[in-house]
């Protein structure tokens, strides 16, 4: 047989790792870069997904308003979103605006942020990877639900699905890792089957990446989320009811079949989360 073809494969395993290794599925919004998207996945219907809402940032180099990141209504006031999309030590709250309601991104009716709360163990050093992903955001007023815009349901503390659930995970991020969503920007959605944490810290432990408690795996199969899709929200159908049980947070690359998406385990931060969205005046 000829030698040609074993050299040509040789060639695209030594080029593969330069599209990048494991990075928050969100980059910072510099030049040539946009926020992570849906791989695998199709156009989502009109309310659909009514709690999935947009974050808007200002990048004060470039002078202009980003939508960088996803985020997920959890009650009138608050939104839940991944930690790594709020750029920092000290963000401000006017530098973070809200799309609630839409398809397609738009920063017109935006909604302004009053809080932002990112989680105490989060480490803006090691960034996603560190785990406790996680960030609150509190609306300056309470929004009204509608055909359009509504909550998602938190889960229990003690709720947990088996291994190859059927879940979907929504957001307007890349649909490949070169590849930006396309006008009109339609939100996408993708069924991702849930990998056990055993499987996914041997598939990450191959690129030394640590898959901690309160992370947890969806995807594979050519199906995940990619840049841009961070802070979107992983939901599950539980007694006929959807609930939230992940916040995308982290990947290697985009939709690779032994390489799920990580995301943050929401039943880990329910405390948290409950003693501040119920605690504030």
Not at 112 to 130: C, D, E, F, L, N
Request: proline share 9%.
């Amino acid at each position: 047989p000829s030698l040609l073809p074993l050299q040509m494969l040789w060639l695209l395993v030594l080029t593969l790792p330069c599209l990048g290794g494991s990075v928050p599925v969100t980059s910072d919004p510099g030049p040539g870069t946009e926020l992570v998207g849906i791989v695998g996945g199709h156009d989502a219907a009109d309310g659909a997904w009514p709690w999935q809402v947009g974050l808007w940032v200002w990048n004060q180099t470039s002078s202009k308003w980003h939508r960088n990141c996803g985020g997920s209504l959890i009650n009138q006031q608050w939104v839940l979103t991944a930690a790594h999309c709020i750029h920092g030590t000290n963000p401000e709250t006017r530098h973070i605006k809200v799309q609630l309601g839409r398809l397609r991104p738009s920063y017109s009716d935006s909604v302004q942020v009053a809080r932002i709360i990112r989680h105490p163990k989060y480490s803006i050093k090691k960034k996603a990877v560190g785990g406790a992903d996680v960030a609150l955001l509190k609306l300056e007023a309470p929004v009204q639900p509608s055909n359009l815009i509504k909550w998602i349901r938190l889960p229990p503390a003690s709720l947990s699905f088996p291994p190859g659930t059927r879940c979907w995970v929504t957001g307007w991020g890349r649909i490949a890792p070169e590849e930006l969503l396309p006008p009109p920007h339609n939100l996408q959605e993708v069924e991702v089957p849930i990998v056990a944490n055993e499987i996914c810290r041997q598939q990450y432990l191959r690129i030394n990446k640590v898959i901690k408690d309160d992370m947890l795996c969806a995807g594979g199969e050519g199906r995940g989320t990619c840049q841009g899709d961070s802070g979107g929200p992983l939901v599950c159908k539980w007694r006929g009811t959807w609930v939230q049980v992940g916040v995308v947070s982290w990947g290697h690359k985009c939709g690779l079949d032994n390489f799920p998406t990580v995301y943050a385990r929401v039943t880990s931060f329910l405390p948290w989360i409950l003693g501040h969205i119920h605690s504030s005046p």
